[in-house]
């Protein structure tokens, strides 16, 4: 069974901040994994997907890689905005288009 | 993108009664997911919902506590049955579709906050 970690579980900088958020995820048999945002109260947006053949994808300020032999992702932030808190969760996309979740990383930008 | 609506965006219930969310989605899919959110946490798959076949529910959840309706490919209802306060979470539809022949990606739909009291 797929566990997915999100680490760190929380997270305030200041703004300017490059900052990095990291998932790991124990069955690397995934088709993609994908980080979403959450704003308090609502859904989720999806950031960006990375496809199990693929080491990384980009999307303005927003770089997310993937290692699959060491079963880990990365979301990098740049240049970080207030705009940017929300928490942030990634999932992985196992056979039979199942979705494992991690806990999500908290994030809060400071104006 | 699949657009997906949800009704209600929010409801708060009395205990013992039973709360219907509607999803909507703007395009036909096979696949349609029912996620639960409980406060502070992740979300935790409820069960799939395939048209023109029962749901299948996931360790946790049972069919008399959330019935599942998919009549057609665009639209798919969650009852939350006999509600108790811990009930109270956000219910987030979500579909699998691949964009322009690309990899499968899952959309969420903006989520109903259920508070039962």
């Known amino acids: 069974k797929q566990e997915v970690t999100q680490i760190p579980a929380a997270l305030s900088v200041p703004e300017g901040e490059n900052l990095v958020l990291n998932c790991s995820f124990t069955?690397?048999?995934?088709?993609?994994l994908q980080w979403f945002r959450q704003d308090p109260g609502k859904g989720l947006t999806s950031l960006l997907l990375i496809q199990s053949s693929q080491r990384e994808q980009t999307s303005g300020r927003l770089n997310a890689s993937l290692d699959k032999s060491s079963g880990r992702s990365t979301l990098y932030i740049a240049a970080s905005q207030p705009g940017d808190s929300a928490t942030y969760l990634c999932?992985?996309?196992?056979?039979?288009?199942?979705?494992?979740f991690g806990g999500g990383t908290r994030l809060m930008v400071k104006p | 993108s699949a657009v997906i609506s949800q009704k209600p965006s929010r409801d708060i219930c009395q205990r013992g009664t039973s709360l219907t969310i509607q999803c909507q989605v703007d395009?036909?899919?096979?696949?349609m997911f029912w996620y639960r959110q409980q406060p502070g946490q992740s979300l935790t798959l409820i069960a799939t919902?395939?048209?023109?076949?029962?749901?299948?529910?996931e360790s946790g959840f049972v069919i008399d506590k959330f019935p599942i309706s998919r009549p057609n490919l665009t639209f798919s209802t969650l009852t939350v049955s006999n509600m108790s306060p811990e009930d109270s979470s956000i219910y987030l539809c979500?579909?699998?579709?691949?964009?322009?022949?690309?990899?499968?990606?899952?959309?969420f739909g903006p989520g109903t906050r259920l508070t039962v009291l």
């Open positions: 919902a395939n048209q023109g076949s029962e749901a299948t529910y």
């Open positions: 069955d690397s048999a995934i088709y993609n």
């Open positions: 395009s036909q899919v096979t696949m």
């Open positions: 979500s579909v699998v579709k691949s964009l322009a022949g690309g990899p499968n990606e899952q959309f």
């Open positions: 999932a992985a996309f196992n056979a039979g288009n199942m979705l494992t």
